[in-house]
């Protein structure tokens, strides 16, 4: 998968720092997929666009090394500022316009209320809607992509984030 993606993004402020007890190791799963994917693209002379992400500036300098020269975004843990970085990211290295954070948090607004609404007609609780499995969860999303591209006028906007 790793080598066949045309692009990588790698958000660093999702480790766990520190352990929590002295008997415990702290996790830096993310800092190695982002290394193993650093070397894939490299080795095998890719040129993949890999996106990195973090919660504050240099914060990855506590636990990471050798990313220098890198453009490292981060979102200070503001799941909004996502609305502003990817698409972004993604007209640079497109060079394309991509829909603006706008109209992207218009549509994940849309997606939210019908997810919610969907989750509260097969009789589950709003409650327990962070609990369903990812699995089912990438299932309503592109089975709702399929619905609004075919119901709505914003099909070329569905189409790049679709990609």
């Given at each position: 998968?790793?080598s066949s993606?045309?692009?990588?993004?790698?958000?660093?402020?999702?480790?766990?720092y520190?352990?929590s007890?002295?008997?415990?190791f702290?996790?830096?799963?993310?800092?190695?997929?982002?290394?193993?994917?650093?070397?894939?693209n490299h080795?095998?002379?890719?040129?993949?666009?890999i996106?990195?992400?973090?919660n504050?500036?240099?914060?990855?300098?506590t636990y990471?090394?050798?990313?220098?020269?890198r453009?490292?975004?981060?979102?200070?843990?503001k799941?909004?500022?996502?609305?502003?970085?990817?698409?972004?990211w993604?007209a640079?290295?497109?060079?394309?316009?991509?829909?603006q954070?706008?109209?992207?948090?218009?549509f994940y607004?849309?997606?939210e209320?019908?997810?919610?609404?969907?989750?509260k007609r097969?009789g589950?609780?709003?409650?327990?809607i962070?609990?369903?499995k990812?699995?089912?969860?990438?299932?309503?999303?592109?089975s709702?992509?399929?619905?609004?591209?075919?119901?709505?006028?914003?099909?070329?906007?569905?189409?790049?984030?679709?990609k």
């Amino acid at each position: 998968m790793i080598s066949s993606s045309k692009y990588s993004i790698h958000d660093l402020s999702r480790n766990k720092y520190q352990a929590s007890s002295d008997n415990e190791f702290a996790r830096f799963n993310m800092p190695l997929e982002l290394g193993i994917d650093l070397g894939v693209n490299h080795s095998q002379n890719l040129n993949k666009k890999i996106l990195v992400l973090d919660n504050k500036p240099h914060q990855y300098d506590t636990y990471i090394s050798d990313l220098s020269g890198r453009d490292i975004e981060h979102h200070f843990n503001k799941n909004d500022a996502l609305f502003w970085i990817l698409p972004q990211w993604f007209a640079s290295i497109e060079n394309k316009r991509y829909y603006q954070d706008g109209k992207l948090r218009g549509f994940y607004k849309l997606f939210e209320i019908e997810y919610k609404l969907t989750h509260k007609r097969t009789g589950a609780l709003i409650k327990d809607i962070k609990r369903v499995k990812k699995i089912n969860y990438i299932y309503h999303v592109r089975s709702w992509i399929k619905i609004f591209q075919k119901e709505n006028s914003l099909k070329p906007y569905i189409q790049a984030l679709s990609k």
